[in-house]
């Protein structure tokens, strides 16, 4: 028996994807790009004065060729992360332009030299099987800054990516940096190393970038991850099935629109939906209604047969406080209990505004914590207690018992130093303190995963001409053979 979190029964879920559909068909979607448009029109999708209405049986034809399960895999080309089914994994947040300073205790805008940091902090961290490319650095300039940041995530991690692009002319580069860390468009068809977040703006309708990037990714056979972001009582009906159900319409198109462009390139049920709080007019990113709308249409997706994508662990807190401990911690037990495929947001602050790198290792004890629990309890062992208590008479207690001793580990989460189960109490030392030495302690043990000379040099030629263009002196960040370019 393995614990779950359910929302929806099958019909709640049929009377979802029924709207949804009626949404596309009636109402439609606004597409910006006209290139998109010819594709969708090739499928026969009409569209008037930019929007597209879309037949059912078309949603159904683009449904067929999905891939119910696909892999990213490491640098070394080794499988590292499984779309689809049950499976969970975590990764950090995206596109922070700020992160906590740990000894101000107060956010600044972030440097390169803060995105290494974090990746090689997520390089040492298990409970993380991907990484990000999680902070904006302002010492980059904002025409590669998306570049810029998945040139410093693969510079410094061997761990498959979650990414994503602002524009189509950036998209194009940052495929071309994986064709050169890959060795070719082959290779990285067969071993994706990188999966790119495309979002629509709600409700209904994909700008020109978002829906071309739907386009391009599909035809470089790179995995696209769809994060439709309903703003439940703002941008999005104020009942949590009402915004599932335009998550549902907003997902489905791009799934079209993808389809339609490469039938059978591997794409995800992802999104990021929120609630809208009426009395502060923010976007709290904690709240449990937010972690509901997430595992919702999460249950969705995985009805149609698809992988699936969340947007959890984040707080709304602006401090490493007992607030960012709750909220973070019941997401991650709700996401893990859910079964969605990849959790994004864990280490973020202040509704995902901050990052912070004692709050990585904070919420990977969370994950920890919360995938214990996903892994239910054992009752398949012959005996259960009688043996135990039969030989414990004997013995004088459990704690002596051979049995104890080579079960323990698999039946105990073991957290790290973190957390703090110590007897007595220890002078000064706070949540903070310990969370700090333990990210110092982390990244002293860091080491630079083998990346090929070659390989080096191809990535710094494709980025080197569009960093000269927009005048970025220098390689912020970048270590070759242990020395600052």
């Known amino acids: 028996m393995k614990p779950v979190v359910q929302l929806l029964n099958q019909t709640a879920i049929s009377r979802i994807l029924s709207e949804a559909l009626q949404l596309l068909q009636i109402h439609g979607v606004k597409v910006r790009a006209p290139e998109v448009i010819e594709v969708l029109?090739?499928?026969g999708v009409q569209t008037t004065d930019g929007v597209a209405r879309i037949p059912e049986h078309v949603?159904?034809?683009?449904?067929?060729?999905?891939?119910?399960q696909f892999r990213l895999f490491d640098r070394a080309g080794n499988p590292a992360v499984q779309y689809g089914g049950d499976e969970v994994h975590f990764d950090p947040g995206s596109s922070c332009l700020n992160i906590l300073d740990a000894d101000a205790e107060e956010p600044r805008l972030?440097?390169?030299?803060?995105l290494v940091r974090l990746v090689q902090l997520t390089e040492t961290l298990p409970q993380f099987a991907a990484q990000s490319t999680a902070l904006t650095c302002d010492d980059a300039p904002k025409e590669i800054g998306d570049i810029y940041r998945l040139l410093l995530v693969l510079w410094y991690s061997q761990k498959p990516?979650?990414?994503?692009?602002?524009?189509a002319e950036t998209l194009r580069v940052?495929?071309?940096?994986?064709r050169a860390e890959s060795g070719g468009q082959e290779a990285l068809r067969r071993h994706p190393r990188a999966v790119f977040d495309v979002c629509p703006s709600p409700p209904l309708n994909w700008g020109e970038f978002g829906a071309v990037n739907l386009v391009d990714l599909a035809r470089a056979w790179v995995p696209a991850e769809l994060i439709s972001m309903p703003l439940a009582g703002a941008a999005a009906p104020v009942t949590l099935a009402g915004s599932v159900v335009q998550h549902a319409a907003e997902s489905l198109s791009g799934i079209v629109i993808h389809q339609a462009a490469q039938p059978g390139a591997p794409i995800v049920w992802g999104g990021a939906p929120a609630i809208f709080d009426m009395r502060t007019g923010t976007t709290p990113m904690g709240a449990i209604e937010t972690a509901m709308l997430n595992a919702a249409c999460a249950e969705v997706g995985k009805s149609l047969g698809l992988p699936t994508h969340g947007y959890l662990i984040g707080s709304d807190s602006k401090a490493l406080d007992a607030q960012a401990g709750m909220e973070s911690g019941m997401a991650a037990v709700v996401g893990a209990l859910s079964g969605?495929?990849?959790i994004s947001g864990a280490g973020m602050l202040e509704t995902l505004a901050c990052h912070s790198l004692e709050k990585l290792v904070l919420d990977?004890?969370?994950?920890d914590s919360a995938q214990r629990l996903a892994r239910g309890v054992n009752a398949k062992a012959p005996s259960l207690a009688v043996e135990m208590f039969a030989e414990s008479f004997a013995k004088g207690g459990f704690l002596k018992l051979e049995?104890?001793?080579?079960?323990?580990?698999?039946?105990q989460h073991l957290p790290s130093t973190v957390i703090d189960r110590e007897p007595l109490r220890v002078p000064g030392e706070t949540f903070v303190s310990r969370a700090h030495a333990r990210v110092e302690e982390l990244l002293a043990s860091y080491e630079r995963p083998p990346l090929d000379r070659v390989a080096e040099d191809r990535m710094l030629v494709v980025v080197e001409k569009h960093a000269r263009a927009a005048g970025l002196e220098g390689w912020p960040g970048i270590k070759k053979s242990g020395v600052l370019r």
Do not use: C, W, Y
Request: overall charge negative.
């Open 41 to 43: 029109q090739s499928v």
């Open 59 to 68: 949603v159904e034809k683009a449904l067929e060729s999905v891939p119910a």
């Open 110 to 114: 972030a440097q390169a030299n803060d």
């Open 161 to 167: 990516v979650v990414t994503g692009a602002f524009s």
């Open 174 to 178: 940052m495929l071309d940096l994986l």
């Open 340 to 342: 969605i495929n990849m």
């Open 364 to 367: 990977a004890e969370s994950i």
């Open 403 to 411: 049995s104890t001793r080579q079960l323990f580990q698999s039946e």
